[in-house]
């Protein structure tokens, strides 16, 4: 038979709404009280009936994730780490992909706000998000994740991504590089952001690279070494040729590098190459790729932090969280002697 609630309190000589609250971790439990209710409800096998908990207290212990592509590396790594803070508080993570599509984007966010998810997680590949988030006359708790809307007010967590820009560029003009190109992402903020830090860079070291050597694409996340293929090969038609890029992703620098050695050139000889993202294989690529390491891990974990936060205190006031990058050069942008 299974072990109930009021079993638990009727041993232990208390009610069964202090057992109640030691499961849902309530403050308002002395700690000596606690620790008492969780030995017992270990010694028993206790396990909750979280169907009957939500019916309760109208919340499920479900958190939502949407991202544009479940097995990009990124996406992957953040889910991981975001899981294992969630698992920590006795929470569960439903992962969705949008697939870089708006349309299947909205259907994904609809689908796990009915199944009653306590709070939604989103990298968005939406131009705008207003109106999506309410069905009904419930409003359920979003936190984006990676991609932001500066007019929308919300909960963000992500990296600096004017710093990428700034560092990867800085890096690039440091190693004697004189005509540096971007390829870049053209509707994401995440693209806007390192766009601007490569240009503003370039501009304050009075480094001046003209319009055709940036080139912006929409689809990255599913079609990024493709599309750093085709970039490269535009690229190569220029006079004078770059000879350095920095790339919007890793995937883009992979194909970068790929196209470059295909047209008979050297990196990072010829062209240097940069990479955001470190994504866990960059080192073991035919040239290794330098990197700007956008901390993941971290990303996932504060991500997972800021939903505990959130559902312990709902009220509380919107606030953005930047994780700082670092540059982790490798042999794609510079060879030692």
């Not at 929470?91 to 969705?96: G, V």
């Not at 295909?262 to 990196?267: D, S």
């Not at 955001?276 to 080192?283: D, I, L, P």
């Not at 971290?298 to 006031?317: F, K, M, N, W």
């Amino acid at each position: 038979m299974a072990v109930r609630l009021k079993d638990i309190a009727r041993d232990l000589g208390v009610s069964t709404v202090t057992v109640s609250k030691v499961l849902r971790n309530r403050k308002d439990v002395g700690e000596k009280t606690r620790q008492r209710v969780l030995k017992r409800m270990e010694e028993l096998q206790y396990k909750p009936n979280l169907i009957a908990r939500a019916l309760i207290s109208g919340r499920t212990a479900n958190v939502g994730l949407v991202v544009p592509d479940l097995l990009h590396p990124y996406f992957g790594e953040v889910a991981k780490s975001l899981g294992a803070v969630l698992r920590e508080h006795d929470r569960a993570l439903i992962l969705a992909s949008s697939e870089d599509d708006p349309e299947l984007e909205q259907r994904e966010i609809r689908t796990l706000i009915n199944r009653g998810v306590d709070l939604l997680l989103i990298s968005s590949c939406q131009r705008r998000l207003e109106g999506i988030f309410k069905v009904g006359e419930k409003q359920t708790p979003i936190l984006l994740v990676d991609r932001t809307f500066p007019l929308l007010d919300a909960n963000f967590v992500g990296s600096d991504d004017f710093k990428i820009g700034e560092i990867a560029t800085l890096h690039l003009l440091e190693t004697g590089r004189k005509c540096i190109a971007h390829i870049g992402a053209s509707h994401l903020s995440t693209g806007h952001e390192r766009m601007r830090g490569y240009s503003e860079t370039l501009r304050r070291n009075n480094a001046t690279v003209p319009q055709e050597y940036v080139l912006m694409h929409e689809r990255f996340e599913e079609t990024g070494i493709e599309a750093g293929r085709k970039a490269i090969q535009k690229l190569l038609k220029l006079n004078p040729r770059p000879d350095a890029i920095f790339c919007y992703n890793d995937l883009t620098a992979v194909g970068a590098i790929e196209a470059v050695l295909e047209a008979g050139l050297r990196v990072p000889e010829d062209i240097a190459i940069v990479g955001c993202g470190n994504f866990r294989y960059a080192q073991y690529l035919r040239v290794p790729l330098t990197s700007v390491d956008q901390s993941t891990e971290q990303i996932g974990r504060t991500a997972g932090e800021e939903v505990i936060r959130l559902l312990d205190d709902p009220e509380s006031a919107s606030r953005s969280t930047l994780i700082e990058p670092h540059l982790r050069v490798r042999e794609s942008s510079w060879k030692p002697a």
